[in-house]
């Protein structure tokens, strides 16, 4: 099993450019997470998923959105990028009673 | 939202055990408690997780308080590559909480050879 997988890996972007953060599994997790992590701090809760169809908000959405069309993907997008943004972003999966599987991480920087 | 307590660093020497503490006096009686850690430049990696009783597996123990306000994750011989920020975190079960996790900034693990 691949586990979860995010894409890209590293993401250079201008100040008011747009891009998707792509996130997929292939564990048939119903929980699907989106963090970011700035330098030295812990994870940020952006927005998260509990099955296909739903999503919502969590500590710091702003400038963010996310659809869950099927179980496996979870993609997030930024509008506007701001350099507020610049920051690691990890997807994470979980079904009910386990614990959380992490992608390995999206390096993004906005100049 | 229920939080946790633990200390910034810890350092260690290789092959002893390591107990790192973790202080969660607000958790509520459907709170699990998760421990994850994260090695640098990589994304957090699941140790282990119980509810009341003491729980082993192949990487780690976690000894749970009987009040279960507080908690301590075993490593019971630390090598170089268990050197990384370890996280207690609550991971909430009750209705309507949909498993939000809380992080905080963790425990930095420093193991000596």
């Known amino acids: 099993n691949a586990g979860v997988t995010q894409t890209p890996k590293f993401r250079i972007l201008k100040i008011g450019q747009s891009m998707t953060l792509q996130c997929t599994q292939d564990m048939n997790h119903n929980y699907m997470y989106w963090y970011r992590q700035d330098p030295g701090m812990g994870l940020k809760l952006i927005y998260y998923s509990v099955g296909a169809g739903i999503t919502d908000k969590g500590e710091v959405p702003n400038g963010y959105n996310v659809s869950r069309s099927t179980t496996e993907d979870f993609p997030l997008r930024l509008e506007l990028a701001a350099p507020s943004q610049t920051s690691v972003y990890f997807c994470a999966s979980s079904f009910t009673g386990s614990g959380y599987t992490f992608g390995s991480g999206t390096r993004l920087t906005v100049v | 939202d229920a939080k946790t307590t633990q200390p910034n660093s810890m350092e260690s020497n290789e092959e002893e055990p390591v107990h790192l503490p973790c202080n969660h006096s607000?958790?509520?009686?459907?709170?699990?408690i998760h421990w994850y850690r994260q090695l640098p430049s990589q994304g957090p990696e699941y140790v282990i997780h119980?509810?009341?009783?003491?729980v082993n597996n192949r990487m780690a123990s976690l000894a749970i308080a009987e009040d279960r306000k507080s908690s301590t994750l075993i490593l019971h011989r630390a090598t170089l590559r268990d050197a990384a920020v370890y996280y207690c975190i609550l991971d909430p079960r009750g209705a309507g909480n949909n498993r939000k996790l809380i992080w905080g900034l963790g425990t930095s693990l420093a193991v000596n050879p």
């Open positions: 119980g509810l009341t009783s003491n």
């Open positions: 607000t958790i509520s009686g459907t709170d699990y």
